[in-house]
Nanobody
């Protein structure tokens, strides 16, 4: 069974940092492009960041550029997003996603066919 599991969420003070991790597992499964999306209450899901299979290319939403970083370890089949200088507007449920046929980093949700259950991030001001 192919699955993605997010970890690292919780409550963070505005201005502080938080590290979200995503671990992939499953037989005969290689996570290609990987990404983070988020959804705040009452809002549509939006892209946050993405990373290509080899990690050479990344994508960041304008709202997080300069504040978030993304990396991956293909040997461990994990992806990490470092959220620096968290803002109240960063509070949301964060979802990890991956594609079985897309190599390049993409901010489009339709590029990804496997999704995690989501993890809550709360930013207190």
């Amino acid at each position: 069974q192919v699955q993605l599991v997010e970890s690292g969420g919780g409550v963070v003070q505005a201005g502080d940092s938080l590290r979200l991790s995503c671990a992939a597992s499953g037989r005969s499964f290689t996570p290609l492009a990987m990404a983070w999306f988020r959804q705040a209450p009452g809002n549509e899901i939006e892209s946050v960041a993405a990373i290509s299979f080899m990690g050479a290319n990344t994508y960041f939403a304008d709202s997080v550029k300069g504040g978030f970083t993304i990396s991956r370890d293909n040997d461990k089949e994990t992806m990490v997003m470092q959220m620096n200088s968290a803002k109240p507007e960063d509070a949301a449920i964060y979802y990890c996603a991956t594609s079985r046929d897309t190599l390049n980093a993409s901010g489009r949700s339709r590029s990804y066919d496997i999704w995690g259950q989501g993890i809550q991030v709360t930013v207190s001001s």
